[in-house]
């Protein structure tokens, strides 16, 4: 039986995106970063200058109109316990709500730089060749995966050296395109130009 703090759990993250437009740091990733408190400031509303890659906030990535917990605003989660069979229904129904969460449109093939978290998919030689990029540390390794469009599934050019849950800027081509694989169901992929450590706010 599926405990009712995994249960919470799950709903915290799914929550976390309502709050997505308000909260998000400032400047360089702080020293604990969280489902709440992700990496990457509040991002610009500015458009990028011609042959230059906009840089993104990861509240972007999800649109505006969107309500993860819409479906569940009705139920009243106190009163549900370990032994409750409704608990484990409803956690199915708030996985498939995360695993379906949708990507913005307004993104869909644009060239974009954002910083984020890495979960390796694939390596060759030392270098990570196919990864996700998440937006705090520990997602999809250490706790559930975030909402899909919360994970970016990217294959970069060339290998990078790179380890898990390193953080890095990623630099390329945005697709809403969704993809299933071990780690968690993402909701963008990315070709990446450029795979490079964090700085903070530090341009390239």
Not at 88 to 103: C, F, Y
Not at 134 to 159: D, L
Request: net charge neutral; charged share 20%; aromatic share 6%.
């Amino acid at each position: 039986m599926t405990s009712l703090s995994t249960l919470l759990r799950s709903g915290a993250a799914l929550a976390c995106i309502a709050m997505a437009s308000s909260a998000f740091a400032a400047g360089p990733a702080p020293e604990a970063t969280t489902a709440t408190n992700p990496l990457g400031g509040k991002g610009s509303a500015a458009r990028a200058t011609p042959g230059q890659a906009r840089e993104i906030s990861w509240a972007e990535l999800v649109p505006k109109d969107w309500d993860p917990m819409k479906a569940f605003q009705d139920i009243d989660f106190s009163k549900l316990d370990d032994a409750d069979p409704r608990a484990s229904e409803l956690l199915m129904k708030m996985q498939q709500a995360s695993d379906s969460a949708p990507a913005n449109p307004e993104l869909n093939g644009a060239v974009v730089r954002i910083p984020g978290f890495i979960v390796p998919l694939e390596q060759d030689k030392g270098e990570v060749t196919e990864f996700l990029l998440v937006p705090y540390f520990g997602a999809c390794i250490h706790t559930p995966p975030p909402p899909a469009n919360q994970i970016v599934h990217v294959v970069p050019e060339k290998g990078a050296k790179f380890r898990a849950m390193d953080t890095v800027w990623v630099t390329g081509k945005l697709q809403a395109s969704r993809n299933d694989s071990m780690m968690g169901v993402s909701a963008y992929h990315l070709a990446a130009q450029s795979v490079t450590k964090y700085n903070g706010g530090a341009k390239q």
